[in-house]
């Protein structure tokens, strides 16, 4: 059977049709199929379902969908910067099912192997949990989730051949193979079309068995969300933000495994001990730092967030977002540096939603908070109207339970003791006052 078309629309002749449930591959711009999302696009099909980590931005990607008014349900893990996409969720123009970001990767995956559902601990006493099947496995609650099928998966691959087989470059895989996978009709564009035979066996990554088409992709803009400088890197950074970021880096010991989370945890490879080598995890697919070219193919907070001192990592490994958050979720990684809204004096997190203002999604916090050994959380002590951020419960929306282990602001710092003890104070910055901080805090703590 022939699976070779000469471009996208021809690829997807015939497959497109109102009220589809349409899974695309790509992680923020990187990796996204731009030949097939503007395809779909130009044939204004209606009341489309999409899957995918997020929606792209306003004005590319599985943004345009949204901006042509064809999507009524959004199944993702993360708004990001799509402000029409906010808008839509806020105004009730449009459904969002938010999901964990390693649980929609593995919902993906399980779709595609046949798996109806698995239990996961992630966003266990959650919101994104309610009305879900809990069970108790070694005392810990864990969540019910169903396998995704969709109608139709676009994909994007560096390169493949006439028989569908797919290799995909770097961090570009990130959600492609499970999408791949999880469709009853995949179509695949690639920035080459090779012939049969030309690619190595071994390194394949998708094979043809799960792709119905393919075509040669052309004029690819791969975009940056956030195109980042050294000299731009700490551009209007506050003094309590470098501060935070500076503390934060002496959690850092020799051999860690470390996952930093967007916003200020970012700046904390800047400060990394000379002493010491860790390696950065990305939940997109990335371990370890090296000089990488094709930095359109790299997470922009991922370079934001190691350019600058650690040296370079040889040992660096590629893999998929599935992978990924099976590395955080088994306990690999050795501590996770983000930051957050609000936080419980009983460790509790909130940092992906504030009801009816904002919304951004879990990202792959909820997952990172589940699974990683130790949490450290950076936020400043207030917020702008002077209201404080750490409480005795918190009053947003939680990313998971009794999860912080260390609170670092602008102020002090925090251990979270364990058995719901509270907060203690480790630490003032200097020129920081005991009275402050006991004025600014929304909860007792013990010295």
């Known amino acids: 059977m022939k699976k070779t078309y000469e471009d996208a629309e021809k690829a997807l002749a015939g497959v497109l049709t109102d009220d589809l449930t349409i899974a695309a591959g790509g992680f923020g711009l990187c990796g996204i199929p731009e030949n097939l999302i503007a395809a779909v696009v130009n044939s204004n099909i209606k009341n489309?379902?999409?899957?995918?980590?997020?929606?792209?931005v306003d004005d590319f990607g599985m943004g345009l969908l949204l901006k042509n008014r064809q999507v009524k349900k959004v199944i993702a893990s993360y708004v990001g910067e799509n402000k029409e996409f906010e808008r839509q969720v806020l105004a009730g123009e449009l459904e969002l099912e938010l999901n964990p970001q390693g649980t929609l990767a593995e919902r993906l995956r399980a779709g595609g192997a046949g798996i109806p559902g698995f239990f996961t601990r992630t966003a266990a006493g959650t919101k994104l949990a309610e009305g879900k099947e809990t069970k108790v496995f070694d005392g810990t609650d864990y969540v019910m989730e169903t396998g995704i099928k969709a109608d139709v998966s676009i994909v994007k691959a560096w390169k493949g051949d006439p028989e569908g087989n797919l290799v995909y470059r770097k961090t570009a895989r990130n959600?492609?193979?499970m999408i791949a996978t999880c469709g009853k009709i995949c179509v695949a564009e690639v920035e080459e079309l090779v012939g049969v035979g030309e690619l190595d066996p071994d390194q394949i990554h998708t094979?043809?068995?799960y792709v119905n088409r393919i075509f040669q992709g052309h004029n690819y803009e791969k975009r940056i969300e956030f195109p980042t400088t050294a000299e731009s890197d700490t551009k209007g950074v506050s003094v309590g933000r470098e501060l935070m970021a500076q503390r934060a880096a002496k959690e850092l010991k020799d051999g860690f495994y470390v996952n930093l989370g967007i916003g200020i945890p970012t700046l904390v490879a800047n400060h990394v001990p000379e002493n010491i080598d860790i390696t950065l995890q990305s939940e997109n697919g990335l371990l370890g730092i090296g000089p990488f070219p094709e930095q359109s193919e790299i997470d922009a907070d991922l370079i934001n967030a190691g350019k600058q001192t650690i040296s370079?990592?040889?040992?660096a490994?590629?893999?998929s977002s599935a992978e990924s958050f099976a590395?955080?979720?088994?306990?690999?990684v050795d501590i996770s540096i983000l930051g957050g809204l609000e936080v419980g004096a009983n460790g509790d997190l909130a940092n992906f939603m504030v009801p009816g203002k904002m919304i951004k999604g879990p990202g792959g916090a909820m997952d990172l908070v589940s699974g990683v050994k130790r949490v450290v959380v950076l936020l400043e002590h207030t917020a702008k109207d002077g209201s404080p951020k750490i409480l005795d419960e918190c009053s947003l929306p939680v990313t998971g339970k009794n999860v912080v282990d260390l609170i670092i602001t602008d102020l002090c710092v925090f251990e979270v003791l364990p058995d719901g003890q509270g907060l203690k104070l480790l630490e003032l910055h200097a020129g920081v006052s005991l009275d402050d901080v006991v004025a600014k805090t929304g909860c007792q703590f013990s010295m």
């Open 317 to 319: 490994s590629f893999f």
């Open 175 to 177: 959600f492609n193979p």
């Open 48 to 56: 489309i379902t999409i899957v995918g980590n997020n929606a792209g």
């Open 207 to 209: 094979p043809g068995i």
């Open 312 to 315: 370079a990592n040889t040992g």
């Open 327 to 332: 590395m955080i979720r088994g306990g690999h």
